[in-house]
């Protein structure tokens, strides 16, 4: 099955700052890698996604990229603000619709 | 829309007793559904997903067990708590495009 790893496990920057998420999964049949926030005592959200036929994706502040060669996928956010520091969860979805979410990181922003 | 409902939201429950958590989504069919327990300030830890009714399929061995007696039903169960059982615990269903999680149950055995 799908196997996802997620780095690194905490993250401090300063209000302003950018900040970079990297994920890597085993499965080359995954095809779907969306990001999800957890902010505290809540379920995680989903804030961007990329589908494999695409190599970057942007949503103001934030970015994915994809690299299937390599099978890795990272999440970029530019400007950080105090209200981005929240748990960030990359995933990895196959053909078989089985999704699979890495171990998650704690992204502090200091202001 | 897409709705995904977990109850109850807390529970504090003594080592021993039992414990039946309820997930259900609405706005989809046959989706694949799964539990997931968030220890204090830790990451995701898979414990059970079913992709249909009467389907479980078990992560880690545990106390823990999982049951889909509906197609949009995921019900995690234990006939006796551990104090380890605590956590924050979502229910989740993957179903094109993305996956969604519910609210989450947070647990606290005493």
């Known amino acids: 099955g799908e196997n996802v790893e997620q780095h690194p496990s905490t993250l401090s920057v300063q209000e302003g700052d950018s900040a970079v998420i990297k994920c890597t999964y085993s499965d080359s049949a995954s095809n779907y890698f969306p990001w999800y926030k957890q902010e505290l005592g809540k379920g995680p959200q989903l804030i961007i996604d990329i589908r494999s036929n695409v190599g970057e994706k942007k949503d103001q502040r934030i970015a994915v990229t994809l690299n299937k060669t390599a099978k890795h996928f990272s999440l970029h956010i530019t400007e950080t603000q105090p209200e981005d520091s929240a748990v960030y969860f990359c995933a990895a979805r196959n053909n078989n619709n089985d999704m699979r979410f890495g171990a998650g990181t704690r992204l502090t922003v200091k202001p | 829309s897409q709705t995904i409902h977990q109850w109850p939201a807390t529970l504090v429950q003594p080592v021993g007793s039992p414990l039946s958590l309820e997930c259900t989504v609405e706005?989809?069919?046959?989706?694949?559904l799964y539990w997931y327990r968030q220890a204090a300030g830790r990451g995701l830890q898979l414990l059970f997903y079913?992709?249909?009714?009467?389907?479980i399929s078990s992560e880690v061995p545990q106390n823990l067990s999982a049951s889909r007696p509906q197609d949009r039903q995921f019900i995690l169960s234990s006939k006796k708590l551990l104090l380890s059982d605590s956590g924050f615990y979502l229910c989740?269903?993957?179903?094109?495009?993305?996956?969604?999680f519910g609210p989450g149950t947070r647990l606290t055995v005493l």
């Open positions: 706005g989809t069919s046959n989706p694949n």
């Open positions: 989740a269903w993957s179903s094109p495009p993305s996956a969604v």
């Open positions: 079913s992709v249909g009714i009467g389907q």
